[in-house]
């Protein structure tokens, strides 16, 4: 599997950007998709994720109501909506798939497929 991210940029506060991950390589029907970040002298740290097939989502606490994540199965594409955006968001940004089905959606070590990451900055 091959993750392609993009959509990363520079953006004000309150800003919005749309992050798109392509995945090629094979069929992800039974794939988790995640989005993580990755902050300069942090933790890579869960976003976002998606089922594949069930189309069910999950959020850090911190980017509810602000991000949404969805996906087009015909361009085996996830997308991640993100809104009212803040400096604190300012990360490189990884689109990941996960095999492990959805109980562990927002464990890093459970992703066996990443993209390379797009940058994120918010300016305030």
């Known amino acids: 599997v091959q993750l392609q991210a993009s959509g990363g940029g520079l953006v004000q506060a309150g800003g919005s950007l749309r992050l798109s991950c392509a995945a090629s390589g094979r069929t992800l029907n039974s794939y988790v998709m995640g989005w993580f970040r990755q902050a300069p002298g942090k933790e890579r740290e869960f976003v976002a994720a998606i089922t594949w097939s069930g189309g069910r989502t999950y959020y850090v606490d911190s980017v509810k109501g602000r991000f949404t994540i969805s996906r087009d199965n015909a361009k085996n594409t996830n997308y991640l909506q993100m809104n009212s955006l803040k400096a604190e968001d300012t990360a490189v940004y990884y689109c990941?798939?996960?095999?492990?089905?959805?109980?562990?959606?927002?464990?890093?070590?459970?992703?066996?497929?990443w993209g390379q990451g797009t940058k994120v900055t918010v300016s305030s």
């Open positions: 990941a798939a996960s095999a492990y089905g959805s109980s562990w959606y927002d464990r890093v070590e459970k992703y066996s497929y």
